[in-house]
């Protein structure tokens, strides 16, 4: 028995021995499918299966990193590299570059990613003088991504009624026509967009059996990971490679499929038994990560789906805390818990910024949030912000880098053929594309010959513009024998965007000058990781890795510990000690955008389930009463999600209600406003400590004997003096806004007596006791 077999439980050894036929593992949260789907790979290369035959399909490129790496240290760093692994759209495009002839494509097209999609619809739109309003580049390019995710293409498009329709009833009539002149531009510029890496592979296995049977002959085992999160697309491209000889096991659990609105399709994953009548069914169900308390309590959320394969997930770790739900008043108070708490399991248990994670519905979400992580001086990172390669300055330079590659690719060079400013302006960069247009060339080739083409475009221009063609030659000249660090290097010195940047004294434009010269430290480390490797270093090896790269996978090592913020939609492979999970409102999670069918609501409440499985020692819940939404303070209920919890495994640290919202109802109906048999109070959430249950439902009950305002008053006064008597340093008080805290000073006397007070949810306040309306509770 190999020695690693002995690493696994009985349900892991199982699927990691079955080695022909299709397969389905099931792997619920925290159940180590990473480490069965290493391990099978290992096992099959161990039973002589040619690495060279094995196809494995992650997600991320650092998932397929961090998977070769542990197969190496089981069958050797050697055999390891000669894996086909990586994600969909990697291991695709590698495929494409290789067949590409077939499709009309060059060797070396370009991957254009959505800025350079954008920019190039919103130039057709502009083009076809429609309204931009009305044509909103953003939302006409998710639009065609839905379609070549679905593989309607433009010929399928106009013979479909109903989607022509369903623009037409939109309001965006020329959907159709803009989706032809953006495919019928890409591939005169010789590029193709993420969407395309599926589209036109399965064109190349549609249209070309024998390049079908090539890869089918190759890839004789196929591995899935994260099949719950495949789209239409992938599937189909999964199935016909696998077609042959079945070898195709996929991995994934349909509890955490949660990206449906980008085309993702649940249904893969519960119909691959439909699929494949003889396939073999692993369940992992132990959970090697949470507390049994977390466990159970996502349990008792997700059997609310009726959507789902059925499974039992449990483990034999510790209880652990109960989780912890917090009520807080308005979204910057729940903001300060956060960062309270952070701060003080940090100076108690000793804890670092990295053991700590906050995660929301929305990207939005995250100010009020940053506000008090500053305030409380704790270092912190925003995920799926702005990215490296996403700065204007970067985005100019590798612009140049592609224009080597690929001098067909409009969008490149639009963007750099007058940056730095050469005077070659926007009338002129139209001219050209109409021109270009119109003898059916790229702009780069109607550059060459500019002199011999009937343009309207005065000589002074022509010849700057053949000095841009010249640069662009001599640049593509020295990259035949420099490296991509010797040839970036050129570019950034000889076209003086470091010069043009420089002038810009600001902080601002300094960090620009620092980000270009990260680029080309980022190009070196390529060159040398690559060499380590044994592969190729060129650049176009270089800007195909940053085109398919992610958020997580450019974070660079070794930077002081921080508190990771991200959307939940980005924590998912991710676990943390302490989890913060924030917003737990209705309307806002679930989202008031995804509630309108059961199929929308169940994927919501995956996502909930996969933001509390991240937590693997304590798990906390909070919402606000109220929110600031485009301006104005709204109310807000708790999330149904929180309800359905079992009670068992919470623990309610919420401040009582604000005495003035009962009276609102009281006053309501009394006056007629509200009928009083429809007013009731929700439930509020919160523990008795004792019993660890929840408070039972407060039923409204009319008063019957309404007192006199003078009489009001001084029952208040006497309350006042009563606190201002009876509280000492050390006593333990509840305060309606900020819940529990003790004592700590007390100064002044009579009506302007003080009491400094060490709040659980803000801090230090100090409170004058004839207002403050404490509670003695210890």
């Known amino acids: 028995m190999n020695t690693y077999l002995e690493n696994l439980n009985e349900s892991q050894k199982a699927a990691v021995l079955h080695k022909n036929g299709p397969m389905i593992i099931i792997a619920g949260a925290g159940s180590g499918k990473t480490r069965v789907l290493m391990y099978r790979i290992a096992y099959l290369m161990q039973q002589n299966v040619d690495p060279f035959n094995i196809l494995a399909l992650t997600f991320t490129n650092k998932a397929a990193r961090e998977m070769k790496e542990r197969i190496a240290t089981v069958v050797g760093t050697s055999e390891a590299k000669n894996l086909w692994m990586g994600t969909f759209h990697s291991v695709f495009a590698r495929i494409l570059r290789s067949e590409s002839d077939k499709l009309g494509f060059p060797k070396n097209f370009t991957i254009y990613d959505t800025q350079d999609s954008v920019r190039l619809i919103s130039s057709i739109i502009k083009e076809l003088q429609l309204d931009k309003e009305r044509y909103k580049p953003k939302q006409v390019l998710s639009r065609i991504s839905s379609f070549k995710n679905s593989l309607i293409t433009v010929k399928a498009y106009y013979n479909n009624p109903e989607l022509i329709e369903a623009d037409k009833m939109a309001q965006r009539p020329k959907v159709g026509e803009i989706y032809n002149q953006y495919v019928e531009r890409c591939f005169k510029a010789g590029a193709m967009d993420f969407d395309d890496l599926l589209l036109r592979t399965n064109e190349l296995l549609t249209r070309f059996p024998e390049v079908l049977a090539k890869y089918q002959d190759r890839f004789r085992y196929i591995l899935v990971d994260e099949y719950q999160d495949t789209n239409h697309s992938q ?48 369940k992992l169900e132990q959970n090697y990560r949470s507390s049994k308390n977390i466990v159970e309590a996502a349990n008792s959320v997700i059997e609310k789906n009726k959507t789902k394969l059925d499974k039992e997930i449990w483990t034999d770790n510790d209880a652990g805390d109960l989780i912890k739900v917090m009520r807080t008043f308005t979204e910057a108070d729940e903001g300060r818990y956060v960062a309270n708490t952070i701060f003080d399991a940090k100076m108690n248990l000793q804890l670092n910024n990295d053991q700590f994670a906050i995660l929301y519905r929305t990207n939005a979400q995250s100010r009020a949030i940053e506000d008090a992580l500053r305030k409380k001086d704790i270092k912190y990172k925003i995920y799926g912000g702005l990215s490296f390669y996403q700065r204007k300055e970067i985005k100019d330079t590798l612009a140049y880098l592609r224009l080597l590659i690929n001098p067909n690719d409009e969008e490149a060079l639009k963007r750099v053929i007058n940056y730095p400013m050469r005077g070659i302006g926007a009338t002129t960069i139209d001219k050209l594309s109409v021109a270009a247009n119109h003898y059916k060339k790229s702009i780069f080739e109607l550059l060459q ?81 690559q060499k380590e490797k044994g ?31 991200m959307t939940i939609h980005l924590s998912k492979g991710l676990e943390f000690p302490h989890v913060f999970i924030v917003g737990l409102e209705d309307n806002l999670f679930p989202s008031a955008m995804s509630m309108n069918t059961r199929s929308e609501l169940e994927e919501e409440r995956r996502l909930f389930y996969v933001a509390l499985t991240r937590a693997e020692q304590q798990a906390y819940l909070s919402y606000a009463q109220t929110r600031y939404r485009w301006g104005k303070l709204v109310d807000c209920e708790p999330s149904r999600f929180l309800e359905e919890i079992n009670e068992n495994y919470l623990e309610h640290l919420a401040p009582a209600p604000k005495a003035v919202s009962q009276n609102k109802f009281i006053n309501d109906a009394i006056f007629g406003s509200v009928p009083q048999n429809k007013i009731r109070f929700k439930k509020p959430i919160q523990r008795t400590p004792e019993k660890k249950k929840a408070t039972p439902r407060a039923q409204f009950v009319p008063p019957k004997n309404l007192k006199k305002v003078t009489e009001t008053k001084s029952n208040q006064n006497s309350q006042a003096n009563l606190f201002d008597s009876d509280v000492t340093v050390g006593n333990i008080v509840e305060h309606t806004k900020f819940g529990k805290g003790k004592v700590i000073s007390l100064e002044g006397n009579g009506a302007n007596k003080k009491a400094e007070i060490q709040f659980a949810s803000v801090g230090i306040k100090k409170l004058l006791l004839q207002f403050a309306k404490l509670k003695i509770i210890g």
């Open 449 to 529: 010959t500019i002199n011999l083409t009937d343009v309207n475009i005065n000589s002074g221009t022509k010849t700057k513009l053949e000095n841009f063609v010249t640069m662009i030659k001599h640049f593509q000249i020295e990259a035949q024998t420099k490296n991509a660090f010797e040839v970036a290097e050129l570019v950034v010195k000889q076209t003086r965007l470091i010069k043009d940047l420089e002038k810009d004294g600001t902080p601002e434009g300094v960090s620009r000058v620092e980000n270009v010269q990260e680029l080309l430290n980022g190009i070196k480390d390529f060159i040398e990781v």
């Open 235 to 282: 599937y189909l491209i999964v199935r016909a490679l696998a077609d042959r000889f079945q070898n195709v096991c996929v991995v994934g659990d349909d509890s955490q499929s949660i990206y449906g609105f980008r085309g993702a399709n649940i249904q893969n994953i519960l119909n691959f038994q439909k699929d494949y009548s003889n396939a073999a069914i692993y």
């Open 535 to 565: 592969e190729e270093d060129s650049l176009a090896f270089f800007l195909e890795d940053v085109a398919l790269a992610t958020d997580f996978d450019s974070e660079k090592e070794g930077d002081e510990p921080r508190v990771s913020l």
